[in-house]
């Protein structure tokens, strides 16, 4: 009788253990024998809260259950960034192939379905589009934890004035750190607008030396800190735009200092001799998304610009084809 009773309230407490918790399943093809890291955002940073290692293409994570609904993100080294997904308690599939970051499928919540959809939706449309769709998703569900991670992702389609008046109709503070990114991404953006001193940084340039941007600014007019990458399409359709303005007023008190969100430095190095990026100061931490750099900037999309003149001021931000000519044409007279 004993013994009988012993394993029953072993066999309850698998059980109930069970119930508790919920699993995140991986299928990965040409993953075999790298590690999967479970994360999730906690004080503003994203924060490995578990790891599996992939055997046969597979691993999987048991969490337990809470009352935290925030997204949960997967990665594995080599990608440029997470994949996200919303598991409201329920059991999570994430299949695909590890070189085709694109096509990974998540089968998990409705929350996910939500998003899905929202994204498809998203994934063409210009940015007076996402604003409306975001704005409204997000106005309609002020108490789902997908709101704030979608102003997030698609902050690139928001000004300062457009965060500041949406922020105002949340009904509570989101047990989300999501929320709490777009408050610290509207500080950034206070601090990174024209107007403001620059931020100074430190990167590695192509040959692997420490390059200080407080080493720069001051010796010439102007300094512009361009943020890109090898395998952004929209940059290397603005880099003959940068090449030129750079030829035109390089004499004239133009200093173009490149920031690279590359992880491949082969790509990185061959992205720029391809573009002809003649000037000295090709730098990249080499984290992709990761850049300390463009994180200090609030960097939400590349290309991106920030024009410093010679008093460390932030003159212009987000200048491109004939407007840039125009502006560095002005400031350098």
């Known amino acids: 009788m004993k013994k009988i009773l012993i394993c029953t309230l072993v066999l309850f407490s698998f059980l109930s253990c069970s119930r508790n918790k919920f ?33 046969n293409n597979k691993a999987s994570f048991k ?52 998003m899905d959809e929202i994204n498809r939706k998203l994934s063409k449309a210009d940015d007076q589009v996402v604003k409306m769709i975001v704005t409204e998703y997000a106005l309609n569900n002020r108490d789902n934890e997908l709101a704030p991670y979608l102003i997030y992702k698609y902050k690139w389609a928001f000004k300062l004035n457009d965060f500041k008046e949406l922020i105002k109709h949340f009904s509570r503070d989101f047990n989300s750190g999501y929320y709490e990114k777009i408050k610290e991404y509207i500080q950034l953006l206070e601090r990174t607008n024209v107007g403001q001193p620059y931020i100074d940084f430190t990167l590695n340039n192509i040959d692997g030396e420490a390059v200080t941007l407080s080493e720069i600014v001051g010796n010439s007019k102007l300094v512009m800190i361009d943020f890109w990458a090898s395998w952004c399409p929209d940059c290397r359709v603005e880099n003959p735009n940068v090449v030129e303005t750079y030829e035109l007023f390089k004499d004239k008190g133009l200093e173009i200092v490149s920031v690279s969100l590359d992880t491949d430095k082969e790509a990185w190095l061959k992205g720029i001799k391809d573009d002809n990026l003649s000037w000295n100061n090709h730098l990249s931490a080499l984290q992709g998304w990761n850049c300390p750099a463009a994180n200090e900037y609030g960097v939400a999309f590349i290309p991106q610009n920030f024009i410093i003149n010679k008093d460390g001021i932030i003159i212009g931000k987000n200048i491109s084809g004939e407007n840039l000519k125009h502006f560095i044409a002005r400031h350098t007279r």
């Open 23 to 55: 699993t995140v399943d991986l299928e990965m093809q040409n993953a075999n024998g790298k590690t999967a890291y479970l994360q999730r955002m906690i004080n503003n940073e994203l924060i490995n809260i578990d790891s599996a290692l992939i055997e």
């Open 63 to 114: 969490i337990k259950k809470s009352d935290n609904n925030d997204a949960y993100h997967l990665y594995i080294k080599g990608w440029r960034r997470a994949v996200p997904f919303f598991a409201d308690n329920q059991n999570v599939m994430i299949n695909g192939d590890f070189n085709a970051y694109h096509k990974i499928g998540v089968t998990a919540s409705e929350t996910q379905t939500v």
